[in-house]
């Protein structure tokens, strides 16, 4: 059986090194990678999308980085309990013609016992920004 360190339940600390792990993961732009925390059926909303599976956690993940050029991602955590974390966040990206946004998000997360997260929902609203106020401006990991 798969399993995905640290595992439920969660203490503050594990708690908080669950939402790093994710955050790396999350910015290193790898679908492959990030799919592998997620449970093989795992179900997501994502603002106004609904899917489950990692087949399509990865489409997912492959057309927002597409779209979402050079994506820089901080995240934090909000809550947490037994087996379910909440997370804020804010992350970075420019479109095709230049013009930067930072989203906005809440996430809630919830764990299956071997720590693959089996269900995800999340809250996004993306901010016009211009260059010069980026915040998120680290060499691009992984």
């Known amino acids: 059986m798969e399993t995905k360190p640290p595992l439920p339940p969660f203490t503050l600390e594990t708690a908080r090194a669950k939402v790093q792990a994710a955050e790396d993961a999350w910015n290193t732009r790898d679908p492959e990678r990030v799919a592998l ?70 996430e809630q997360w919830e764990f299956a016992e071997n720590g693959l997260m089996q269900r995800r929902e999340a809250s996004i609203n993306d901010v016009p920004i211009t260059e010069a106020d980026r915040k998120f401006r680290w060499e691009r990991k992984g």
């Open 37 to 106: 925390a997620y449970t093989p059926d795992s179900q997501w909303r994502n603002r106004a999308e609904f899917f489950s599976g990692r087949d399509n956690i990865k489409a997912f993940l492959r057309r927002k980085w597409d779209k979402e050029l050079d994506y820089r991602l901080k995240k934090e955590l909000w809550s947490f309990t037994d087996n379910r974390i909440s997370v804020r966040f804010e992350y970075e990206w420019h479109d095709d013609s230049g013009q930067w946004y930072r989203a906005h998000g809440n």
